[in-house]
């Protein structure tokens, strides 16, 4: 039978029963919950202790290379990296993304840069050299691939989660100047229908009803005032007319909002087409960043712990000193000494009632299943 290296290894992980027994789920969670992306999550949830000692090798030297980065320079900034998948999965069918998703992919790219900065500056930093101490962080790090130009352009363009700005295109620049224009004379030709006209109306104002100006009318009044009638008060007292006189500057202002509409739309798309290409390039950058999340997840839950990198073996052997079960407040748990496999096999534990015989055991099991999960 042909195993990938990732299904041979999902064989070699723990699960069921014992991880609850022992408690490993309950230190899972508040692993998870440190961690910052919503892929960094997905992979803290689904962490398991594992029997292969190379991988656990791994894991635990990626573990400790967060502590010290978290230590010398604190945590990476992951805090922008907002999720995409679905967002991507839209586009690539041929879907317009909205201005919300477009700032959303901006915040992506932003942070992607803010990381490659991250790095740099700790490089900057001196003796030790970064690379020296944390070559895996570092390896990743420099896999992270930037894209300032959409990044600007989105920027630029995308005011709000439904707002373009006029810089997105002269056109859609030229159109709002237009329509801004016409809107103005539409409020001069209302004024002076206002000021002729002050004892029918029941205030002196311009109101938009439909997206047209019109003017409230007593509806005693009604027929007074030629134009088209747009609704009415809640109470029937108001009638809310559009004089004749800005009917054709309203069906202008009308067709210059379809145009606007429709000149946003392209744009959008046009910005989605450029998400499109360089789909590869933010899937890349969304591996990166979960491996990353997950293994600082991991380095922060060690150093709030002040936990330190055990060092492994494969002979069954297991010796602890002044170990602590995570789980119980510092200012309470009573620390163990625990040597078995070196010259002797099996550990006879005795003692009273609520002596700590559980607590021992389980702070063994834990602690165990803990290292073989890379924490």
């Avoid at 919503?38 to 803290?44: D, K």
């Avoid at 007319?241 to 210059?256: G, H, Q, R, T, Y």
């Avoid at 789909?279 to 997950?294: H, K, Q, V």
Wanted: proline residues 3%; aromatic residues 6%; hydrophobic residues 35%.
């Amino acid at each position: 039978e042909y195993l990938s290296f990732e299904d041979s290894l999902e064989r070699k992980k723990i699960r069921g029963r014992v991880l609850n027994t022992l408690e490993f789920t309950k230190i899972r969670e508040a692993v998870t919950a440190k961690a910052r992306t919503q892929y960094g999550r997905e992979l803290c949830s689904d962490m398991a202790p594992c029997c292969d000692a190379e991988y656990v090798a791994s894991e635990l030297s990626c573990a400790r290379q967060a502590m010290d980065h978290i230590m010398r320079f604190g945590m990476l900034p992951l805090g922008g990296m907002r999720d995409l998948r679905q967002a991507l999965t839209y586009a690539r069918a041929d879907g317009t993304l909205t201005c919300g998703q477009l700032l959303e992919t901006a915040s992506f790219l932003r942070a992607s840069g803010e990381i490659r900065k991250a790095i740099t500056k700790a490089r900057s930093a001196g003796s030790p050299l970064v690379d020296e101490t944390e070559p895996d962080i570092c390896s990743y790090i420099d896999k992270i691939e930037t894209c300032d130009k959409l990044l600007e352009k989105i920027e630029t363009s995308i005011l709000g989660q439904d707002e373009v700005s006029d810089k997105a295109s002269r056109e859609l620049s030229s159109i709002r100047r237009e329509r801004k224009n016409i809107a103005s004379g539409i409020r001069s030709l209302l004024d002076r229908v206002i000021s002729n006209h002050a004892d029918m109306l029941q205030e002196s104002i311009v109101t938009l009803r439909e997206g047209r100006y019109c003017i409230p009318v007593k509806a005693d009044f009604n027929g007074r005032i030629e134009g088209i009638v747009h609704g009415a008060s809640s109470s029937g007292q108001t009638l809310f007319i559009e004089p004749m006189s800005v009917v054709d500057a309203n069906n202008k202002i009308a067709e210059l909002t379809f145009a606007e509409q429709a000149e946003i739309q392209r744009i959008l798309k046009s910005f989605t087409n450029e998400v499109v290409e360089i789909g590869s390039l933010i899937e890349n950058n969304i591996a990166i960043t979960s491996r990353l999340d997950y293994i600082f997840a991991k380095g922060e839950y060690g150093v709030e712990n002040n936990s330190f990198c055990p060092v492994l073996n494969t002979a069954g052997r297991i010796g602890l000193k002044g170990a602590r079960h995570p789980l119980i407040p510092k200012e309470s748990v009573v620390p163990v000494d625990i040597s078995i496999g070196e010259g002797y096999d099996a550990l006879i534990v005795t003692g009273p009632n609520t002596g700590g015989k559980t607590v021992s055991l389980k702070t063994c099991g834990l602690l165990v299943l803990m290292t073989m999960a890379g924490l």
